[in-house]
């Protein structure tokens, strides 16, 4: 084919500048910022929301001085954290000591990059997009051990070491349970994987297809959070903390925020992976069929996106926060041994399974 | 290519223009893609350095407000139920904790290399995922060894 050479320059040098329009565009700070509001506001509602149901479960009344109906009451607890001394062990390890926590909040911030409200409401819409957020789940141990290293305390160190082997034995059941889901829907990307469950409405759900895995992607992301039933390293050695002992102020605010963060990204993932994300379910019914009007539609569909995939992921928060209430703690040999000699052979067999059902349908 | 949805005709044409002979064409579209990847990637990169600053921006906020720990250096030490600390820290620890990681390693390499394998719909019909049931029986004979020799044991 040939081309004239005038033309082709012309025409790279006018797209070369529309490319530079668009990645400026695209790299713009304001859709994270956004992010980053609504997480802190996600984080707020969660703190409240489980001192409520707490205070419902114990009967007694929760938070109600903070705000009206105590919804302050994060900020609060916050802002009392931010002014308290940071206290530094004389003999431990200083750098370690103020990084571990920050090493755990950036990985799991780093993982709503990947989480979808909507069909293009998604930060970044990588082809490989939960791989991402598996692997950056496994950075977070290193801050735990980081943190109960660097105290200089026999009991911090134990605890970040419980921590650590904790956290990574139940990595192995969840990637190979997020694994078969990529098998069904062979893609791993969440924006297909959340479309691939839209074509039956309410039985389309990935829960139906893979019953066991949404059980077990709960129990092992309960583990991942550390709480309860799997919470050990906060309340083992009782009244001393794990790995958190010798934190105070806004370092011990930043474990606090990294636990309801980690569980508000699992509840998000497990709405995207098995309950169908944004889609509304209903089967056999478009959403659009109800409205007629062309020009809101685009951004109805993202409100209903937004508002629908919330609603999913607060019922696996309040199913989350009633189980923590209601269940008493595991051994740590309990634990590990239903992460390695329970949850792993499950995991296999389940794999074994999805790939045996799709070779039949090739 | 879901990063262009909605995008500019202007580039496509540009990478229609790109797919055609030349050498250096062939290096342009090299380098096409590469942006592409970059394109994908690019809010990760921004939001890796926002999120260390908001993590580690809270870090200083304490310092014009909180007091001083040099007048109460029992305050630096560390906490064990109030009585004086004894020992050092990390003379020893349980060495049930040794073979967690160690076993942790062969496992999490099988699963991402699985995770290649179990993308592609049709493209590897009955020859791919046989040939990983041969991985995935070859690293399960070693777990079974590990299992019955005790090394996830009694933690």
Redesign the interface.
């Given at each position: 084919?040939i081309?004239d050479s005038v033309e082709?320059e012309t025409?790279?040098s006018?797209?070369k500048l529309?490319?530079l329009k668009?990645?400026y565009g695209?790299?713009s700070?304001l859709?994270?910022l956004t992010l980053?509001l609504g997480i802190t506001i996600e984080v707020l509602v969660i703190v409240w929301l489980e001192r409520e149901i707490s205070a419902s479960i114990q009967q007694r009344i929760g938070p109600e001085y903070a705000g009206p109906l105590g919804l302050l009451q994060a900020i609060a607890d916050g802002t009392k954290l931010?002014?308290?001394?940071?206290?530094?062990?004389?003999?431990g390890d200083i750098s370690l000591f103020?990084i571990g926590?920050?090493i755990a909040?950036?990985s799991v911030?780093?993982s709503f990059?990947v989480i979808p409200l909507g069909y293009?409401f998604v930060?970044?819409?990588?082809?490989?997009g939960v791989?991402?957020w598996i692997a950056i789940s496994?950075i977070a141990p290193i801050g735990l051990l980081m943190a109960g290293?660097s105290?200089?305390?026999?009991?911090?160190?134990?605890g970040g070491?419980?921590a650590?082997?904790q956290s990574?034995?139940y990595?192995?059941p969840l990637?190979?349970f997020v694994?078969a889901i990529?098998?069904l829907s062979?893609?791993?990307?969440t924006?297909d994987i959340v479309e691939a469950q839209s074509k039956y409405g309410f039985f389309g759900w990935n829960i139906w297809r893979q019953p066991i895995g949404f059980l077990v992607f709960l129990i092992s992301s309960l583990a991942e959070c550390e709480r309860l039933p799997f919470d050990l390293l906060e309340a083992e050695e009782e009244?001393?903390a794990g790995y958190q002992?010798?934190y105070s102020?806004?370092?011990y605010?930043?474990f606090y925020l990294v636990s309801y963060l980690n569980l508000l990204v699992s509840s998000l993932f497990v709405t995207v992976l098995y309950l169908g994300g944004w889609n509304l379910s209903i089967p056999y019914i478009s959403f659009f069929d109800f409205f007629q009007m062309n020009k809101a539609v685009g951004i109805l569909e993202m409100t209903m996106g937004i508002f629908i995939t919330l609603t999913k992921a607060y019922l696996f928060l309040f199913i989350s926060i009633t189980i923590r209430w209601t269940l008493p703690r595991m051994r740590?040999?309990q634990l590990?041994?239903l992460g390695?000699?329970f949850l792993?052979p499950i995991s296999?067999g389940n794999?074994?399974l999805t790939?045996s059902s799709?070779?039949v349908s090739? | 290519m879901?990063?262009f949805?909605?995008?500019?005709p202007?580039?496509s044409?540009?990478f229609s223009?790109c797919r055609?002979?030349s050498k250096e064409r062939r290096e342009e579209s090299e380098r096409t893609k590469w942006?592409l990847v970059m394109?994908?990637?690019?809010?990760?990169c921004?939001?890796?350095v926002?999120?260390?600053l908001?993590?580690?921006i809270?870090?200083g906020?304490?310092?014009p407000?909180?007091?001083n720990?040099s007048t109460y250096?029992e305050?630096?030490?560390?906490?064990?139920?109030g009585s004086d600390?004894s020992?050092d820290?990390?003379s020893r620890?349980?060495i049930r904790?040794y073979p967690?990681?160690i076993?942790?390693v062969i496992?999490?390499p099988e699963?991402t290399f699985?995770?290649p394998w179990?993308?592609?719909?049709?493209k590897i019909?009955?020859f791919g995922?046989w040939s990983?049931?041969a991985f995935?029986l070859i690293l399960?004979i070693g777990?079974l060894y590990e299992?019955k020799r005790g090394a996830?044991d009694?933690?």
């Open positions: 084919m081309i082709v025409i790279n006018f797209s529309e490319l668009e990645v695209l790299i700070i859709p994270i980053l931010l002014l308290k001394e940071d206290i530094l062990p004389s003999r103020s926590p920050s909040v950036i911030l780093l990059l293009h930060l970044a819409d990588l082809s490989i791989f991402l496994s290293y105290s200089n305390n026999k009991y911090s160190f134990s070491l419980r650590a082997a990574i034995s990595e192995i990637t190979f694994l990529s098998l062979n893609s791993s990307s924006v009244l001393v002992t010798e102020g806004i370092k605010g930043l740590m040999d590990l041994n390695w000699k792993l296999l794999l074994l790939t799709q070779l090739l | 879901k990063s949805n909605g995008s500019n202007h580039l044409v540009f223009v055609s002979a942006a394109l994908e990637f690019a809010p990760i921004i939001y890796l926002i999120s260390p908001v993590s580690l809270p870090l906020v304490p310092f407000f909180a007091s720990s250096p305050k630096l030490s560390a906490y064990e139920c600390p020992g820290a990390r620890f349980d904790f967690v990681p076993l942790f496992p999490d699963v699985s995770f179990a993308v592609p719909p049709n019909d009955l995922p990983m049931m995935l399960m777990s299992w996830s009694r933690e």
